[in-house]
Nanobody, 124 residues
Framework: QVQLVESGGGLVQAGGSLRLSCAASGQTNSSYNMGWFRQAPGKEREFVAVVRWSGVSTYYADSVKGRFTISRGNTKNTVYLQMDSLKPEDTAVYYC?????????????????WGQGTQVTVSS
């Protein structure tokens, strides 16, 4: 079992920045790929970004490419999402996710572990 805890959400004006963190605990001796998803009110949960367990390969949704950066901490039990040039449409609850086997990384069904989410609100 892996437990994920997100932090760093909040309220920011359009054009501003936030940095989300996700700390993994439990059975973290395995090599887990980690990612971020988000869910806006009335919408389905959507993929944002993923980083492979090695920390080398990253993938992004087109809507955030060039503005968001995902990275892993030195211990690889922590993952960050640096969000710059934020837009009101980025407003959502952001969820951290982990999986040992990375298949269709943009599908929620590919991820076995989820955090409780952290709210990000971008005002115009």
């Amino acid at each position: 079992q892996v437990q994920l805890v997100e932090s760093g959400g909040g309220l920011v004006q359009a054009g501003g920045s936030l940095r989300l963190s996700c700390a993994a605990s439990g059975q973290t001796n395995s090599s887990y790929n980690m990612g971020w998803f988000r869910q806006a009110p009335g919408k389905e949960r959507e993929f944002v970004a993923v980083v492979r367990w090695s920390g080398v390969s990253t993938y992004y949704a087109d809507s955030v490419k060039g503005r968001f950066t995902i990275s892993r901490g030195n211990t690889k039990n922590t993952v960050y999402l640096q969000m710059d040039s934020l837009k009101p449409e980025d407003t959502a609850v952001y969820y951290c996710a982990a999986t040992a086997r990375l298949g269709d990384y943009d599908r929620t069904r590919s991820w076995g572990y989820w955090g409780q989410g952290t709210q990000v609100t971008v005002s115009s």
